[in-house]
C-alpha cells in the first residue's frame, strides 16, 4: 500500500462545475496535510493546507480533513480552465521529519 | 525576486559524465530538499538538509551526492550518469523545519542522459 494515495485520473469536468480531489494516507502519526498545483512543465506551487480535522475554505478551494478516516479531500468549486493542472497531496508527519507525496490527479476543466 | 533558484534549468549530458545542479533560496529558510520527478510525474524526496546539516537521506544511489555549503545553498552533485536519472529535480525549502510541510519549490532542473 501507498503511504498517500489520490484517486486515479485524470479527471475532467466541465467549466462552472466542481471539482473533487481525493487522498488518503497510511501514517496514523501524520499532522500536517497539504495541496500543490503543478502546471506543466512547471514546479508545484502549495495551494491549501490544513492541521486540524473539518474544512478550510480559501476563495474557491475548501479542504477537508477526516483524521480517523485518514482522508482529505480538495474541492474546487466553479472550476475554470485555468484550474486545469496535476493536483498533489502532500502528508507531513514531524517525526519523520519528511513530506510523503501522492502520485496526484490530473485535472482537466473544459470550457 | 526569484525565491528558490536552481540552475541550470536545462542539463543534457551523456551516460558516465558527472554533473551537479546548483540551488539557492533567499527566503531565509532553514530546511531544503531535493525532489526527483520522473516521467510520471511521481514526486519522490531523495534529501533533506536542515541548517546545513542532512536529516533525511532516503534510498538513493551513493552516485548521488548533496552538499549544503550554508543554509541557503543546496547542491547536487552526480556521478557516472545512467540513462535511468533522466527526471526534473526539484530544489525546495521550508522554515518549518524538520516537518517539511509548506514548500517552495525551484523551477526545477530538467535532467536528460544519452
Known sequence: ?111 | DTAVSQTPKYLVTQMGNDKSIKCEQNLGHDTMYWYKQDSKKFLKIMFSYNNKELIINETVPNRFSPKSPDKAHLNLHINSLELGDSAVYFCASSQEAPQGGLQYFGPGTRLTVT
Open chain 1, 1 to 111: 500500500q501507498k503511504e498517500v494515495e489520490q484517486n486515479s485520473g485524470p479527471l475532467s469536468v466541465p467549466e462552472g462545475a466542481i471539482a473533487s480531489l481525493n487522498c488518503t494516507y497510511s501514517d496514523r502519526g501524520s499532522q500536517s496535510f497539504f495541496w500543490y498545483r503543478q502546471y506543466s512543465g512547471k514546479s508545484p506551487e502549495l495551494i491549501m493546507f490544513i492541521y486540524s480535522n473539518g474544512d478550510k475554505e480559501d476563495g474557491r478551494f475548501t479542504a477537508q480533513l477526516n483524521k480517523a478516516s485518514q482522508y482529505v479531500s480538495l474541492l474546487i468549486r466553479d472550476s475554470q480552465p485555468s484550474d486545469s493542472a496535476t493536483y498533489l497531496c502532500a502528508v507531513s508527519n514531524t517525526n519523520a521529519g519528511k513530506s510523503t507525496f501522492g502520485d496526484g490527479t490530473t485535472l482537466t476543466v473544459k470550457p
